[in-house]
């Protein structure tokens, strides 16, 4: 079985913080992904990787960065933390080509107070 | 650029059948996925449509025109555990990352 792990399943950070979310997969995929998602507004990409140490910018990059040091796993990383990224945060990996489904992590829902 | 649509809110009775749709415009296209996600709980995979024709996949069966650009998932034999937000998703060119709908919330009553 896939297994897509998100370090923590509920967040609490204020104002300002700088905040981590960690993704590991266990299936040795090359890709891996970000999402936002929001009532109304659906699943949103935030950076994908297709390799250890690429990233590329998704559809809502601001106010986000991420790190891939290794092939299993890809941080989010909100260098101040405001409340409009209060969300739920969803990790993704899948293997590289065009065939292939994105397996997702349970989520971690953030609060920014 | 990309535009993904599918109803937002459907509702439908235990044992019925009923039909999603989705319609798509993408620059490229190299597939549709259609997902499942409960309340509070990820996405998790239900099927891929590449090529037009329907897939069928014990209650769940998808059918894709790409000449129309559209799709839709049938659920047949409706069960209560299948109230849940189905999300239809495009990859366009090449090993692009997936492009999500908003999601239909499909709510099954007694």
């Known amino acids: 079985d896939v297994k897509v792990t998100q370090s923590s399943r509920y967040l609490v950070k204020r104002t300002g913080e700088k905040v981590f979310l960690e993704c590991v997969q266990d299936?040795?995929?090359?890709?891996m992904f970000w999402y936002r998602q929001d009532p109304g507004l659906g699943l949103r990409l935030i950076y994908f990787?297709?390799?250890?140490?690429?990233?590329e910018k998704g559809d809502i990059p601001e106010g986000y960065s991420v790190s891939r040091e290794k092939k299993e796993r890809f941080s989010l990383i909100l260098e101040s933390a405001s409340t409009n990224q209060t969300s739920m945060y969803l990790c993704?990996?899948?293997?590289?080509?065009?065939?292939?489904?994105?397996?997702f992590g349970p989520g971690t829902r953030l609060t920014v107070t | 650029g990309q535009n993904i649509d599918q109803p937002t809110e459907m509702t439908a009775t235990e044992g019925a059948i009923v039909q999603i749709n989705c319609t798509y415009q993408?620059?490229?296209?190299?597939?549709l996925f259609w997902y499942q996600q409960h309340a509070g709980e990820a996405p998790t995979f239900l099927s891929y449509?590449?090529?037009?024709g329907l897939e069928e996949k014990g209650r769940f069966s998808s059918f894709l025109s790409r000449s129309k650009g559209y799709s839709y998932l049938l659920l047949k034999e409706l069960q209560m555990k299948d109230s849940a937000s189905y999300l239809c998703?495009?990859?366009?060119?090449?090993?692009?990352?997936?492009?999500f709908g908003k999601g239909t919330r499909l709510s099954v009553i007694a």
């Open positions: 998703a495009v990859r366009g060119s090449g090993n692009t990352p997936l492009v």
């Open positions: 993408t620059s490229g296209f190299n597939g």
């Open positions: 993704a990996s899948s293997f590289g080509g065009s065939s292939y489904e994105q397996y």
């Open positions: 990787s297709y390799d250890v140490k690429m990233k």
């Open positions: 299936m040795d995929h090359e890709n």
């Open positions: 449509n590449v090529l037009d």
